[in-house]
């Protein structure tokens, strides 16, 4: 008979959040030395992600960079706004290099278990125990950190997705600027919503194009695949190409905080409140989550990852009413972000680290007749 084990830390779900959380807690000497389980359906993972963040100076996972850019743009009609990004760098990480990234440096350290199933229950046992079950066995966690929905995870229905498809294009000869991202081009049909391109050159041949909406419902895949065709044929008529690579996603666009009704199960990642609500990025947020989670543990807090009501979550809250009641089009209040202000200053507000005066200098973008009903509104829903 098997003996059910008894962790330190469970991770349940090996994706960004749950290996981010792991490869925190390995990099601190004291923590590093618990038992750890991580448990996942399957850890044989391929390219299934790329995640972009703005960074400054050389970051952790610097070694995994496969693109940087210096530069961005947006389009929106006849505008065409592009800037440095200085004293940031704009970069990119695949999924499947961050993972093995991940794993081999786990790998190295004994007191961490892996269990490739999918999990069937998550339980309290008693007050300072938890107990999780996958078919043919279980185990015991102090702290269990998932990133998966379970039976003690409360469900958040999103007013608006973010959602994309995404696809890798090779062309036979040089066509892309190098050095400058494209991070929205308004472009493009917006199906009554917010919609745009992105366009990551990773070498002057080679970019990733993706089709990215806000939007209450997700579509067909089909409709992406117009949209980016027609991109293509209007931008690269007549060049051969051929795409090397797919993906698709979406993100939930909330302030609602997922709240798990077990002190010892804590929610990490997507459902722990680590994306940014008004624009979906997550990966230095993840981060951030991680590291803020690993000194809760050291100094014997109460774990929790939420992100708690700040000036930023409430702009967010403000900004996703806006744009789920259609009191102004999305592309025009970033086109008129990105045109008033530097991209330093714009990374630092969607990074929930700029100033009251860099946060009032993004609020003057938008017009006060817009903007300030809506803050009453969401200030007095609250």
Known sequence: MQTEKTYDYIIAGAGCAGYSLLYHLLKDPELSVKKILVIDANFEKGNDRTWCFWEEGVGPFESIVCNKWTSIEVLKGDMCKQMPTAPFEYKMIQGIDFYQFVTAFAKTFANVDWQSALVQSIQPVGLDLVKIEWEGGAAFGV??????????TERVVPALWQHFKGIVVEFEQPVFEENIARLMDFNVPQMEETAFMYLLPMSNKKALVEYTLFSPSIIMESAYDSVLNSYMDQHYKGLKFKIVHTEMGAIPMTTKQVASSM?????????GDA?????????QFIQAQSSMLVKQLKEQQVVDAAVHNTRHRFYDAVLLYILENKKMAGDEIFARIFKKNKAATIFRFLSNSS????????????????????AIKVMFRR
């Open 143 to 152: 702290h269990v950190f998932s990133s998966i929905v379970t039976n003690h």
């Open 263 to 271: 002190k010892a199960i804590v929610p990490i990642g997507t459902i």
């Open 275 to 283: 994306v940014k609500a008004s624009t979906g990025y997550a990966f």
């Open 355 to 374: 100033t009251l005066m860099e946060d009032i200098q993004i609020m003057r973008s938008l017009p006060t007749s817009i903007f300030l009903p809506a």
